[in-house]
């Protein structure tokens, strides 16, 4: 199959016909590659001579995760993100694989058919394992790394995390949807909320009437949680390979300049890993973010952007890393223009 050639779904699935939900100033377009097709969710850049940037979404997620960050950085970054395969409004992949290897495969085909690497690279939680690996492996693709509580191994696991883990045993999920066959698309939102948001108050009444939305539409995917199941099986299986294939390693071959972005109220991504993170991440700093929870970038935006502009700043000047690794922390209490900076190594 050429890379222009749009895959067939395997047999016997129907794809509905749904449409694409694009914010202001944004794209979104599919784009056919060998094996699949990803639909790509852009925001040109509001002035020219800019960077290229790819941003790649969590378990569960989609594109859309990305559509508050994007605009803050739209005069620094040529924006784009990238729906996963089987997520948002991508259709499954050809061969069903939704392994990290699988993902990751995605993004590398992607910015090689784009041609737009060196990107500045983003991702959150199961994207940011994705987006580890893209950069260990094929750092001639990534600028720089901005990892939002990416999904790297932990040995003691949140309680809060469990359910979300148990999605990867076999059966686990068809007994969940059974038990959960009564709930409502907004009791389903609210739950989501409730484990992903460190204060699921910030959410306005407009983002809850669109998340409900989408997930009414989600729940309509024929391939809605074989996709969830096998990407977080997916998750599972990373977690237990061992020598070169491990995450960990796979962190500390990272070559690019890395922005570390953690929550403290984070239920899915223990806050304890951020120091780790940035032990392993060579040359990273450590946006810490104690009222946060596992998606700053919604949670926060303002405050990650700012970040990423004070990292870029000092990746282009070079001193990134150059005291062994910097963290700014977010303290209560202080504005958002208030960002102290702390030594890792402590």
């Not at 085909?109 to 994207?127: C, D, K, Q, T």
């Not at 709930?183 to 910030?202: A, I, S």
Request: proline share 8%; glycine share 10%; aromatic share 6%.
């Amino acid at each position: 199959m050429s890379s222009t050639d749009a895959p067939v779904p395997p047999a016997g699935t129907v794809l509905p016909r749904v449409g694409p939900v694009a914010a202001a100033g944004e794209r979104i377009r599919p784009v056919a590659l060998r094996g699949m097709t990803l639909s790509v969710r852009s925001r040109p850049a509001s002035r020219e001579g800019v960077e290229p940037a790819l941003f790649v979404h969590g378990l569960g997620g989609s594109s859309q995760n990305w559509s508050a960050l994007m605009p803050l950085l739209d005069d620094l970054l040529d924006c784009e993100a990238v729906d996963l395969p089987g997520f948002g409004d991508s259709p499954p992949p050809d061969d069903g694989d939704y392994s990290l290897a699988g993902h990751t495969r995605a993004v590398v085909r992607y910015l090689e058919h784009s041609g737009r690497g060196p990107v500045h690279l983003f991702g959150n939680s199961m994207g940011g394992a994705v987006a580890t690996k893209v950069a260990a492996l094929r750092p001639d693709l990534v600028r720089t790394l901005t990892l939002v509580s990416p999904a790297l191994p932990e040995l003691r696991v949140q309680r809060s995390a469990v359910p979300t883990g148990l999605m990867a045993v076999p059966g686990a999920t068809a007994l969940f949807t059974r038990l959960t066959r009564g709930w409502t698309p907004e009791q389903r939102v609210r739950g989501v909320l409730g484990l992903t948001y460190g204060d699921p108050g910030r959410v306005t009444e407009e983002g809850l009437a669109a998340a409900v939305a989408e997930m009414e539409r989600r729940q309509r995917l024929p391939y809605f949680w074989d996709a969830m199941t096998r990407s977080a099986r997916g998750i599972v299986d990373a977690y237990t390979l061992a020598g070169r294939h491990r995450l960990w390693r796979h962190a500390e071959r990272v070559a690019a300049p890395t922005l570390l972005v953690y929550g403290g109220r984070d239920r899915l991504v223990s806050f304890r890993m951020a120091r780790r993170a940035a032990r392993a991440f060579r040359g990273s700093r450590l946006l810490a973010l104690p009222e946060a929870g596992h998606v700053a970038m919604m949670e926060c935006p303002d405050t990650v952007a700012r970040a990423f502009r004070e990292f870029l700043a000092d990746a282009g000047a070079g001193t990134v890393g150059e005291s062994g690794g910097d963290a700014w922390e977010h303290r209560p209490g202080e504005t958002d223009d208030v960002l102290a900076v702390t030594d890792t190594e402590s």
